[in-house]
């Protein structure tokens, strides 16, 4: 998950040669990248690479990923005409990710998953509001404050978008749909319900496909979080496993939570922290082992290799 490629020395040299936007609409490049880290850590899900800003271009937003920083946007959106000047665009807009989606499906075996996702809609808007990533939010929380009927129509714009996204993502055959709705933990639970998850809702409902439910610091919105969607709600590290999967119900499937930063440390300790994920998961279906956020860049791919192993040898193991 989330620039898992960086740590990959296949994905640098071919990012050397290429831009990311050049990568990600050509199917060909996109397909090879999306399937690189399966091919070396041998894991059952495919994520296709993308970044969420990607629809956005699309609606007619210039956006650059700055390495070491994120999306940057060129002319950050503060007004009703900035949003009205947004374009929905039709599924063909999308047409080399369709495509990498499709090769992407062919060349996997039948029990490795392709997963699309796109960004929550309150995440997106918060770029697109801020201009960059930001520590407080403040701006994209003072157009929300301020200007609610802004703020509605830029998650209408966004959500009608984002629904047509995945659902030509499903219809070319990704076999799970991700809503990454990575900073809406820093939002409190009742602006989160009322401002937030309606929007969505509507995202997650665009597909018949199972949909997985993410963000981070969300420990208090994951009953909020799964009343809005989701078959599997993404947990990440800062709440035990067992402890989330109470709070997004017994009926939902959950995915996490390994501390992404634990495989900087000594091997002993992946081992004994990837145990306690899967041993408070307790061999219930519906458990999809994962890290709490995305692999670090400066992670050694021989640790995730390993990792991967030990969890289906594991999870093997209590399946017999
Ligand atoms: O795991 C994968 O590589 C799958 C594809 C993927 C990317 N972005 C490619 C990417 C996915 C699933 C994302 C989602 C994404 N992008 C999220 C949601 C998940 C999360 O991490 O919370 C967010 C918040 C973004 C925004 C974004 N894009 C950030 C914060 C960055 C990193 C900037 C940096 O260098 O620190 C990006 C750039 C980006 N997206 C890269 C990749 C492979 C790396 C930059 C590059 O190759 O030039």
Not at 149 to 173: E, I, M, P, T
Not at 293 to 303: E, I, K
Request: glycine residues 8%; proline residues 6%; negative net charge.
């Amino acid at each position: 998950m989330r620039q898992a490629g960086r740590s990959l020395p296949e994905y640098r040299a071919l990012r050397e040669r290429n831009t990311f936007w050049e990568v990600a609409h050509t199917p060909e490049l996109c397909a090879q990248v999306t399937l690189q880290p399966v091919r070396r850590h041998g894991v059952d899900a495919a994520v296709m690479f993308a970044d969420i800003m990607t629809p956005v271009l699309a609606m007619g937003v210039d956006v650059e990923l700055v390495e070491g920083v994120g999306p940057v946007v060129a002319q950050p959106l503060r007004t009703l005409a900035d949003v009205e000047a947004l374009i929905v665009p039709e599924a063909d807009a999308f047409a080399p990710l369709l495509e990498a989606i499709r090769i992407v499906r062919t060349e996997l075996g039948e029990h490795q998953a392709v997963v699309g996702f796109c960004g929550g809609p309150f995440t997106v808007a918060a770029y697109l509001v801020e201009g960059r990533p930001s520590r407080e939010f403040a701006v994209v929380k003072e157009l929300m404050y301020r200007e609610p009927a802004v703020w509605r129509a830029l998650l209408d714009k966004l959500s009608d978008c984002f629904a047509r996204y995945v659902a030509a993502q499903a219809g070319a055959g990704a076999d799970v749909v991700q809503l990454f709705d990575s900073w809406a933990g820093v939002l409190s639970p009742h602006d989160y319900e009322e401002r937030v998850a309606p929007w969505s809702a509507r995202v997650l409902a665009a597909v018949d496909v199972p949909t997985i439910h993410f963000g981070t610091g969300t420990a208090t919105l994951l009953p909020a979080m799964a009343r809005a969607g989701g078959d599997v709600i993404g947990l990440d590290w800062r709440i035990p496993l067992d402890d989330g999967w109470k709070l997004a119900g017994e009926d939902r499937g959950v995915q996490g939570n390994l501390d992404p930063a634990v495989l900087l440390g000594p091997w002993e300790l992946v081992e004994t922290a990837a145990r306690d994920v899967l041993a408070r998961a307790g061999g219930r279906p519906g458990h999809i082992f994962n890290l709490g956020h995305g692999v670090l860049p400066r992670t050694d791919a021989s640790v995730v290799t390993r990792l991967a192993e030990l969890v289906q040898d594991a999870t093997v193991e209590a399946r017999v």
